[in-house]
T-cell receptor, first 113, second 115 residues
Framework: DAGVTQSPTHLIKTRGQQVTLRCSPKSGHDTVSWYQQALGQGPQFIFQYYEEEERQRGNFPDRFSGHQFPNYSSELNVNALLLGDSALYLC????????????FGQGTRLTVV | GEDVEQSLFLSVREGDSSVINCTYTDSSSTYLYWYKQEPGAGLQLLTYIFSNMDMKQDQRLTVLLNKKDKHLSLRIADTQTGDSAIYFCAEAGGVSGGGADGLTFGKGTHLIIQP
């Protein structure tokens, strides 16, 4: 049983560019949440997708957007990249909007130069 | 807004017990969690406790919750070198355990094991 998978594992982008990160949830899970973890910090909640809609959103600007597909996989898009967007982006999957047993992927390390 | 606080470092000898502490501010927290993160890896869910419980034990792990003081602790018995990692405390509110803003994490406690 594959867990939560994220791609790519590492990414380097230039300031001002756009990036798309991908996440496949654990088998049987239908809810995907995205988190940003800056170096030395705990993860911060970006947003959550369920039934292909954004259900909850943390304190992140509109440059951060997402999508969920019918197979429950999800994308995180970040426009107009800033140096401060450099971080580990974590995807978590769970069942039915609950995060009681949320499983995390290994993350995508984004570096903005 | 809600806040979760943890001390940044804890150093223990191999074989001793480790106790990692956490305080939180959101009195509506329904579930409280402990996650483990090894270098270069994602987060591994270790255990969680519902707010109407005061203790939960799972093999070497014991979670204690003092809801009055908003204090959560994780005790790891017989600490091994493989326990070396960053441990995150997190809280969530609401009936789904998701709260209004997903999970709120502390900054993490680095557990250092001395031989």
């Amino acid at each position: 049983d594959a867990g939560v998978t994220q791609s790519p594992t590492h990414l380097i982008k230039t300031r001002g560019q756009q990036v798309t990160l991908r996440c496949s949830p654990k088998s049987g899970h239908d809810t995907v949440s995205w988190y940003q973890q800056a170096l030395g910090q705990g993860p911060q909640f970006i947003f959550q997708y369920y039934e292909e809609e954004e259900r909850q959103r943390g304190n992140f600007p509109d440059r951060f957007s997402g999508h969920q597909f019918p197979n429950y996989s999800s994308e995180l898009n970040v426009n107009a990249l800033l140096l401060g967007d450099s971080a580990l982006y974590l995807c978590a999957s769970s069942v039915g909007l609950s995060v009681i047993e949320a499983f995390f992927g290994q993350g995508t390390r984004l570096t903005v130069v | 807004g809600e806040d979760v606080e943890q001390s940044l470092f804890l150093s223990v000898r191999e074989g001793d017990s480790s106790v990692i502490n956490c305080t939180y501010t959101d009195s509506s927290s329904t579930y409280l969690y402990w996650y483990k993160q090894e270098p270069g890896a994602g987060l591994q869910l270790l255990t969680y406790i519902f707010s109407n419980m005061d203790m939960k034990q799972d093999q070497r792990l014991t979670v204690l919750l003092n809801k009055k003081d908003k204090h959560l602790s994780l005790r790891i018995a017989d600490t091994q070198t493989g326990d070396s990692a960053i441990y995150f405390c997190a809280e969530a509110g609401g009936v789904s355990g998701g709260g209004a803003d997903g999970l709120t994490f502390g900054k993490g406690t680095h557990l250092i094991i001395q031989p």
